[in-house]
């Protein structure tokens, strides 16, 4: 019996990223940089412990309006993608308006939303939510078109109607689609968070990174990059586990070395 080998795929990363910190520590101490302008890892390090607490909460503050906006940008533009697929009218109406909003530089948005929503969650979830919304929205209406018509075919022969043909047959193939732009989603969403933080907020990291820049507490300032690069990252891997049990039939989901072992035909 052969016994699963572990990955080492992340070695080289970590080894590069071990290289960068220490470059980074040895380029502050001896060219003597101000701390003002570049801080040492270590100096970041001891912002992250000496603020811990303040960061916890701005760290709950924007991952709690990242998951909201993310979420709604889900389940809006799902439906929305199909029933612009299912129904020619209806994208002759709607799409022309969905790329006009789309074109709309998100931040010239938000200053509107804090006017009308105020400075709570409200307008941070909104500007997420537009930032999702188009890569959810295209993706999945190029998932729900690249289903086999041979197949939908031949669920039809076998009596089978509308929903057989879309569960069968149209949403399987739609779902690498559709997590592709959920994957690329979950990255702009701690952007949208952010970017609506920074016009108009009193908590979050993005009101920490805007106190920090006025403050000259670079430490800090890099401190809260830190944390929303590792909250990026942290969400995305998790669309990636999620995509990985609902799809494990998919190619895309396959080791490199199974499918370098796999028989020639």
């Known amino acids: 019996m052969r016994r699963p080998r572990l990955s080492t795929g992340w070695l080289v990363p970590a080894g590069v990223g071990v290289v960068v910190l220490v470059a980074w520590q040895l380029a502050v101490d001896l060219l003597d940089i101000p701390t003002y302008i570049l801080p040492s890892p270590l100096q970041t390090v001891e912002s992250l412990w000496s603020n811990r607490l303040e960061l916890w909460g701005a760290t709950l503050v924007t991952t709690g309006e990242v998951l909201a906006g993310f979420l709604l940008a889900v389940l809006v533009s799902v439906p929305i993608a199909m029933l612009l697929v299912s129904f020619r009218w209806f994208e002759r109406i709607v799409y022309p308006f969905l790329v006009l909003l789309q074109t709309v530089p998100k931040i010239a948005l938000a200053p509107l939303f804090v006017v009308w929503f105020g400075f709570g969650p409200g307008p941070k979830v909104l500007v997420t939510f537009l ?135």
């Open 131 to 265: 930032i999702c919304f188009f890569p959810i929205l295209l993706d999945t209406m190029t998932g729900l078109r690249s289903s086999n018509p041979d197949m939908a075919s031949l669920v039809r022969t076998m009596g089978g109607g509308r929903w057989a043909v879309f569960s069968k047959v149209r949403l399987p193939s739609a779902l690498p689609h559709l997590f592709a732009g959920v994957k690329v989603a979950i990255t702009l969403a701690v952007v949208g968070a952010v970017v609506g933080e920074f016009v108009g907020a009193t908590e979050g990291l993005g009101y920490l990174l805007l106190r920090a820049n006025a403050n000259l507490d670079t430490p800090l300032l890099f401190a809260s990059i830190v944390i929303l690069t590792v909250l990026g990252l942290a969400l995305f891997y998790l669309v990636a586990l999620i995509e990985r049990l609902v799809i494990p039939w998919h190619v895309s989901q396959r080791s490199e070395t199974a499918v370098t072992a796999a028989p020639a035909i």
